[in-house]
C-alpha cells in the first residue's frame, strides 16, 4: 500500500524495538523469545487494551483498520498505537461496528462523517486532494523542464565557446 | 539575467517559508474541520447533570437555537474558557448547554459550584459515546444549534471574547436574520 504523504508527520516505526533487540547474538533461546516480542509488538494495542474478538481474523482486520485510521488527539499517531482516552473510545466503536457486521469502508465512512477525511492516513483522491496527491509530480516535471532548459542552453553556449575565442565566461550557472 | 535565477529561487523559498510561518500564526494545525457543519445534529438522548433521571433529546430542543458548550472539570482550558462564559454567556441571545464530556459527574458538580455555573442546563455524556457522533476530539467545543436542529457552526478549544465578537455572535446574527 502507498502512504500518502501525511500533512502532520511521519508514521511511527514500531518495529524500532525489535531490531534493537535483534541486533545481539543469535542463541536459539533469545531467538525464540525474539519472535515472541516481535508478535508482542504487533499487538501491543490489543495488549493495554483487551478486546473480545471473534477469531483471529477478525483481530488481524482490525488491528489493520486501525492502523489506517488516525488518532485525532495526539495526531502523528494511529489508533491501534494510540494511548489517548479517544483513541481508546474510537477503537471500541470500530469493534462494536465490525460485531455488528461492517465492512471497513463503512467503518471508515462511519468516522468520516464524524471527523472528516483527516481521521484517513490515505486521504481519498478528489477534488480538493489533487494537488496532494500529484503535486510531487507536478515538481518533478518542472524541476525536469528546469534541468531540460539548462542542458540545451549549456550545449549550445559549449559550440559557441569551441567555435569562437573564448568569450568571457558565460552565464550559464 | 539567468544568473540571478538562483537568487530569485531562493527568494521565492524564503517567501514560502515566510507564509508558512505566518500561515501557521494564523491556524491551528490540529484543528479538525468538523464535516458536520450545516448538516443535522446527531440525535442524542442525554440526562442532565442535576437531575439523571431526566433525559434531554435533540428533538426536544428543536424550535429554538442553542448553544452546545463540550466541557469538562479535567479540562484544563475549559478552565480558561469559564470565566468568559459567565461574563458573556447571557448576552449572546442564545441558551448555553452545557455538555460535561467525559467526567465523574460530581466532579462537575463540584466544578460548577467551585466556580459558577455559567449554563442554562447541563448534559451528561459519561462514556463519551454521544460525543464521538458530534465529532468532539477534546474539550472545549462549542456547537451552534440552529431551531431546526442544525449545527450551523463548530468552535474548536476555548470561546474567547473575540472569537464570540468575531465568529459566534454574526452567526447568532444569522440566524436570527431567517428566522420569522
Redesign the interface.
Known amino acids: 500500500m502507498i502512504r500518502a504523504p501525511s500533512p502532520v508527520g511521519a508514521h511511527p516505526v514500531r518495529d524500532h524495538q525489535a531490531k534493537r533487540y535483534a541486533r545481539g547474538r543469535a542463541q536459539g533461546a533469545l531467538l525464540q523469545m525474539l519472535c515472541l516480542l516481535l508478535f508482542t509488538g504487533l499487538a501491543f494495542a490489543q495488549a493495554i487494551d483487551p478486546l473480545p474478538f471473534k477469531d483471529h481474523a477478525q483481530e488481524v482486520r482490525f488491528q489493520s483498520l486501525t492502523r489506517e485510521l488516525r488518532c485525532l488527539v495526539c495526531q502523528n499517531e494511529n489508533l491501534a498505537d494510540s494511548n489517548a482516552d479517544l483513541a481508546r473510545d474510537l477503537r471500541h466503536e470500530v469493534f462494536d461496528l465490525m460485531q455488528q457486521g461492517k465492512s471497513d469502508e463503512q467503518i471508515k465512512q462511519y468516522l468520516v462523517d464524524r471527523y472528516s477525511d483527516f481521521v484517513l492516513y490515505d486521504p481519498p483522491v478528489k477534488a480538493s486532494t489533487m494537488l496532494l496527491w500529484f503535486g510531487p509530480f507536478l515538481i518533478l516535471l518542472a524541476g525536469a523542464a528546469v534541468v531540460m532548459v539548462t542542458v540545451r542552453r549549456r550545449g549550445r553556449a559549449a559550440v559557441t565557446v569551441t567555435n569562437d575565442k573564448p568569450t568571457e565566461e558565460g552565464d550559464d550557472w | 539575467?539567468?544568473?540571478l535565477?538562483?537568487f530569485f529561487g531562493f527568494l521565492l523559498l524564503v517567501v514560502l517559508f515566510g507564509f508558512g510561518i505566518w500561515w501557521n500564526t494564523q491556524h491551528d494545525?490540529?484543528e479538525?474541520?468538523?464535516?458536520?457543519i450545516n448538516k443535522p445534529a446527531p440525535a442524542f438522548v442525554l440526562p442532565k447533570l442535576d437531575d439523571p433521571a431526566q433525559t434531554v433529546s435533540r428533538d426536544a430542543l428543536l424550535g429554538k437555537p442553542y448553544l452546545i458548550n463540550v466541557f469538562a472539570s479535567w479540562c484544563i482550558a475549559c478552565g480558561e474558557e469559564h470565566p468568559v462564559l459567565m461574563t458573556q454567556g447571557k448576552s449572546i441571545g442564545v441558551p448555553v448547554i452545557g455538555y460535561n464530556y467525559?467526567d465523574a459527574s460530581e466532579d462537575a458538580k463540584e466544578w460548577l459550584s467551585k466556580h459558577g455555573n455559567p449554563y442554562d442546563m447541563v448534559i451528561v455524556d459519561r462514556?463519551?459515546?454521544t460525543a464521538?457522533?458530534?465529532?468532539v476530539?477534546?474539550a472545549p467545543e462549542s456547537f451552534l444549534v440552529d431551531g431546526k436542529g442544525v449545527i450551523r457552526y463548530k468552535r474548536i478549544g476555548p470561546l474567547t471574547p473575540e472569537v464570540i465578537e468575531k465568529e459566534l455572535k454574526p452567526a447568532i446574527a444569522a440566524l436570527s436574520k431567517e428566522a420569522p
Not at chain 2, 479538525?32 to 458536520?36: A, K, N, R
Not at chain 2, 464521538?132 to 465529532?135: A, E, H, K, V
Open positions: 539575467m539567468s544568473r535565477l538562483p494545525q490540529r479538525v474541520p468538523s464535516p458536520l467525559k462514556e463519551g459515546r464521538i457522533d458530534f465529532g476530539y477534546g
